[in-house]
């Protein structure tokens, strides 16, 4: 069983700057591949970024290109998304997510994560 808790999300204006942590804990004996999805009410989630095992391999969506990064420290379990020049449309919801340990690569659909967190509420005002 695989365990997820983000943490990072706050109230910031626009233009400015969060990291946004997601601890991985439970029974692995390699690295998960791992996803952040955003969602605010009444929309579809959306897909922010995702990362390979190894951190060699990241893959963004067409919206926050050039303004977010994913990144993680497997000595501490963690993944990260720094988020800059952050604008009022990327309120909403921040969840990290899991793949199951047998998948090759990150991917950007949802269905391909079966393991999620909680989400945390990253709210920027205009």
């Known amino acids: 069983q695989v365990q997820l808790a983000e943490s990072g999300g706050e109230l910031v204006q626009a233009g400015g700057s969060l990291r946004l942590s997601c601890a991985v804990s439970?029974?692995?004996?390699?690295?998960?591949?791992m996803g952040w999805f955003r969602q605010t009410p009444g929309k579809e989630r959306e897909f922010v970024a995702a990362?390979?095992?190894?951190?060699?391999?990241?893959m963004y969506g067409d919206s926050v290109k050039g303004r977010f990064t994913i990144s993680r420290d497997n000595a501490k379990d963690t993944v990260y998304v720094q988020m800059n020049k952050l604008r009022p449309e990327d309120t909403a919801v921040y969840s990290c997510a899991a793949r199951r340990l047998e998948s090759m690569a990150p991917s950007k659909n949802e269905v391909d994560y079966p393991y999620w967190g909680q989400g945390t509420q990253v709210t920027v005002s205009s």
């Open positions: 439970g029974r692995s004996f390699r690295p998960r591949i």
């Open positions: 990362i390979s095992g190894d951190g060699r391999v990241t």
